[in-house]
């Protein structure tokens, strides 16, 4: 139990257009979902807290208009990076909270040309 | 000062080795604390929650010291399959929910 799924694995895109990834748990409902990036060599840095039905809640130094996030249901939370650019480009990761505890999807990596 | 710190390593240990990581962290709220381990390339996945009594997983022992703010983890007769960064990680609560912050990571290596 407590699979969370991310698609796409990874993606490669323009700089100036948007990139959508989706996270969806697949065997729980997860009324919070978190959403974290993580550059090279680098620990995860959460990037919001995604809560089903409410605006999302940013981290200090995250741009909400660039980083737009949508927790349309219990399952599926979407992180849009809008205008991406270069430096856009990393590993992000998604969680969901089950209990006390996430549970990560497996990532999407991120480059932006 | 970051919120949590952990020696980045590498430790590079030969198979069967005892090794110790520890972590400590800055916000006494800190509410839960676990370790994750993270491969290459790949998500974090959790290797065992955190308590004060301490607890052992098999080769795996977690230790808390809340009036420290220190965390331990030691893996005992490691395998080559233990090559891995591990992960602190605490949970914080806001806005009715937790959130978590990382550490940056512990990177292991065991040696054949």
């Known amino acids: 139990g407590a699979v969370v799924s991310q698609h796409p694995s990874w993606v490669i895109c323009k700089s100036g257009t948007s990139v959508k990834i989706e996270c969806r748990s697949l065997d729980f409902q997860a009324t919070t979902m978190f959403w974290y990036r993580q550059f090279p060599k680098q620990s995860l840095m959460l990037m919001a807290t995604s809560n089903e039905g409410s605006k999302a809640t940013y981290e200090q130094g995250v741009e909400k208009d660039k980083f737009l996030i949508n927790h349309a249901s219990l399952t599926l939370s979407t992180l849009t990076v809008t205008s991406a650019h270069p430096e856009d480009s990393s590993f992000y990761i998604c969680?969901?909270?089950?209990?006390?505890?996430?549970?990560f999807g497996p990532g999407t990596r991120l480059t932006v040309t | 000062r970051k919120e949590v710190e952990q020696d980045p390593g590498p430790f590079n240990v030969p198979e069967g080795a005892t090794v110790a990581f520890n972590c400590t962290y800055s916000?006494?709220?800190?509410?839960?604390f676990f370790w994750y381990r993270q491969d290459c390339r790949k998500e974090p996945k959790l290797l065992m929650s955190?308590?004060?009594s301490g607890n052992e997983d098999g080769r795996f022992t977690a230790q808390l010291n809340r009036a420290s703010q220190y965390i331990s983890l030691l893996i005992r007769d490691s395998k080559l399959s233990d090559s891995a960064t591990y992960l602190c990680v605490v949970s914080l609560p806001t806005s009715g929910t937790y959130k978590y912050i990382f550490g940056t990571g512990t990177r292991l290596k065991v040696l054949a």
């Open positions: 916000n006494s709220a800190s509410q839960s």
């Open positions: 955190v308590y004060s």
């Open positions: 969680s969901a909270r089950l209990h006390y505890e996430q549970y």
